[in-house]
């Protein structure tokens, strides 16, 4: 079952347009949305939930058109984009009590173990958190109303290695029963090698691949030089992105 199925999705700015991208996520596996920075990959995550009007395409999320269900689909969804802001003097259970009274499934235990796991402390002003700690509460409260579907943007940044292996390590334990999917955008080839299944590459707007990762890697060889090895993630974008290769 697919839990989630972009098709055509555009979105115009004055100086940059998200071009006609489509692409699909399969119950129970983990995409990697890569490209650098600027491709369009927050406009694409966005768009997609609605926090930007877009000007074309159609998005289906849980068997749904999320447009025409979106509250629902809501409910259904863990999401932790950059960019927010707290008020620097609250208490995180303050944020939390808040937080729980939009979700009809919110699960306290379940908050209580990623709270423990992540090594925060309720009481914690949020001016007292270090970056990393923030991303960390975040995902959290994504993690703690029964999510089938979770979105994140680039939720490894700001993490030391140790924090990063443990949530890259917590994305695939999260999909093991094969009823939760996770999309999350990262420009760390590293975090992708390490969980992802699929990969989505956008550059300057387009849509340049979507599939299987091993597919995927396979379909950029050619940029190999004679004599080498296959090429890595890491190598496929830096060789993409220099000469504006496509599949």
Known sequence: MKLLEVKGLTKRYPKFTLKNVSFSL??????????????????????????VCPDGGSIQMLGSDFRQEEERCKQELGVVLGGIQFYPTKKLQAITDVTRRFYQSWDDDAYQRYMSRFELDGQKQVRQLSEGMKVKYLIALALSHNAKLLIFDEPTSGLDPVAR???????????????????????????????????????????????????????????????????????????????????
């Not at 596996?29 to 650098?36: E, N, V």
Request: overall charge negative; aromatic content about 6%.
């Open 26 to 51: 399969e119950q129970g596996r983990i995409m990697g949305l890569i490209g650098k920075n600027g491709a369009g990959k927050s406009t694409t995550l966005k768009a997609m939930l609605n926090m």
């Open 165 to 247: 292996e443990d949530l890259l390590e917590l994305f695939q334990q999260l999909v093991e029963s094969g009823q939760r999917s996770i999309l999350f955008s990262t420009h760390i080839t590293s975090d992708l090698d390490k969980c992802a299944d699929d990969i989505t590459y956008i550059r300057n707007g387009e849509l340049i691949a979507s599939a299987d990762k091993a597919a995927f890697v396979q379909s950029f060889q050619s940029l190999k030089q004679p004599g080498e090895d296959s090429l890595n993630l890491e190598e496929i974008m830096v060789r993409s992105e220099r000469g504006n290769y496509r599949v």
